[in-house]
């Protein structure tokens, strides 16, 4: 599974960060899901592999602008462009009304049809091919929604032991097991593919979250959760001063929480442009990265745009890109 960072900054965009965005994928698939979509994420796009005509749905945590204002023009580049698959939008119903209005005001219609799934109405999503995606309430100053993308289909190993015991040739059908395809034996007997697959590992699990001041909300979801991708919008001392009407979450509560689950991989992301990338400044991202280390013994990572994660079947997270990593404690 792979994860692709279009935008890391809280509110307001940087010279280095954009607003909200966030794509997932299969490895090797073209199709991929974008997770927000906050104002100029179809610039960002530009920049990446990505291609609007590949994407498959489209996820939005909350209302709020550096989420979603970026949704009328990438969905009305992805119709000049000639797409006409339709495409999925999960989102709280407000979205569809920002959506419609929008289209209707610019006088614009689309080459595609939009499917808008509201996510106060059910708990989870399943697309076509890759992944089960489950919904989660979280805190904030409007509903707002984590996504947990939990692998479909798992490739386990032929159980070749079990085959030869039960006498069936090495063979084309062998094959043919491993895909799941049941088989007719020449001798008549008839052979449950399932059977001959051994399940080796657990489906892998992504959280990405919108904003969230109680980051507890997510012990259900993350029990079994590979990686967690949540906002650290301010260290403690900054989040004092905003007072509580930021209803966002620190760096420490945030690690705290992560070390308290279990979860081996912390991607922070969602930070406060006050933070500055470089380290010699005061506030400075590194001061985030510091204050996180000091409560969580995973492995953690701080995001930029145009990161690329890939999550792999052992469930390690290797960040593909090469700089600002920040291992923990
Ligand atoms: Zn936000
Ligand atoms: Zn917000």
């Given at each position: ?19 909200s ?11 991929w ?41 990438l ?16 989102a ?48 904030h ?30 063979g ?95 991607i ?49 997270l ?12």
């Amino acid at each position: 599974m792979e994860i692709i960072f279009l935008g890391t900054s809280a509110g307001t965009p940087t010279k280095s960060r954009n607003v909200s965005a966030t794509a997932v994928k299969k490895a090797n698939s073209k199709l991929w899901s974008l997770i927000d979509c906050g104002e100029a994420t179809q610039h960002q796009i530009l920049h990446t592999k990505l291609s609007l005509n590949n994407l498959e749905s489209i996820f939005i945590t909350h209302v709020h602008g550096d989420h979603c204002y970026g949704l009328p023009g990438l969905l009305a580049s992805a119709s000049l462009a000639g797409r006409i698959t339709p495409l999925t939008i999960i989102a709280p119903a407000l979205i569809q009304d920002f959506v419609e209005n929008t289209q209707r005001i610019s006088k614009s219609s689309l080459s595609y049809k939009i499917n808008f799934i509201h996510v106060e109405e059910c708990k989870e999503y399943t697309d076509g091919n890759d992944f089960d995606v489950e919904f989660s309430e979280l805190s904030h100053c409007v509903p707002s929604y984590a996504y947990t993308f939990c692998e479909k289909k798992i490739q386990g190993k032929l159980d070749i032991a079990k085959l030869q015991k039960d006498g069936i040739k090495a063979g084309p059908c062998w094959g043919e097991i491993h895909k799941g395809i049941n088989q007719v034996l020449p001798d008549g007997r008839k052979i449950n593919a399932s059977d001959y697959i051994l399940a080796d590992r657990k489906p892998r699990r992504i959280i990405v979250c919108g904003d969230n001041d109680t980051p507890a909300l997510l012990t259900n979801a993350a029990g079994s959760a590979n990686v967690l991708i949540h906002e650290a919008t301010y260290t403690e001392d900054v989040s004092l001063k905003v007072g509580k009407a930021s209803q966002h979450s620190t760096a420490k509560t945030v690690a705290q929480f992560a070390e308290e689950v279990l979860i081996n991989n912390l991607i922070l992301t969602h930070f406060s442009p006050r933070y500055c990338r470089n380290k010699n400044s005061s506030p400075s991202i590194a001061d985030i990265a510091n204050e996180a280390a000091n409560y969580y013994s995973g492995s953690l990572f701080l995001a930029n745009d145009f990161d690329m994660y890939l999550l792999n079947k052992d469930g390690e997270l290797q960040l593909l890109s090469n700089k600002n990593k920040y291992v923990g404690q």
